[in-house]
């Protein structure tokens, strides 16, 4: 898509930022809230994004474990519980906090600029 995404029928803005790579704008601070948390879409990869206080994680929006999308789920403190079987994920690290989950999913280290909120898809943590 040479520099360019779709999202929501619109066009997501790329910034290339030297020392921190390609960022990509998944949504803005407030499409977010604490009570519930936000799906972006990248090239057909969604990606949920959460707020916890003051601060924002991003993680892959599909569960490791089967069909459930996290940005569905429930956020308390710095876990996610999956709607689908209720596996638990820690938003900081994506390693998985409460059974049927296993399998680490990927966290990105969000970037807030100008209002939106940003990541460098090609290097999650
Ligand atoms: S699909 Fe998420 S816990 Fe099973």
Aim: hydrophobic share 35%; charged share 20%; net charge negative.
């Amino acid at each position: 898509m040479d520099g360019t995404a779709v999202w929501e029928g619109s066009e997501l803005e790329i910034v290339a930022v030297p020392t921190e790579g390609v960022l990509t704008r998944l949504c803005e601070v407030s499409d977010v809230s604490e009570d519930l948390p936000f799906r972006a879409e990248v090239d057909t990869v969604g990606y949920a994004v959460f707020q916890v206080g003051e601060l924002y994680f991003v993680t892959a929006d599909l569960c490791s474990h089967g069909p459930g999308y996290l940005s569905e789920g429930y956020a308390e403190g710095c876990e996610v519980e999956c709607p689908f079987h209720q596996g638990r994920f820690d938003l900081r690290t994506g390693v998985p906090t409460s059974p049927p989950c296993e399998v680490p999913i990927s966290v990105w280290t969000p970037v807030v600029r100008d209002g939106g909120i940003y990541i460098d898809i090609a290097n999650p943590n």
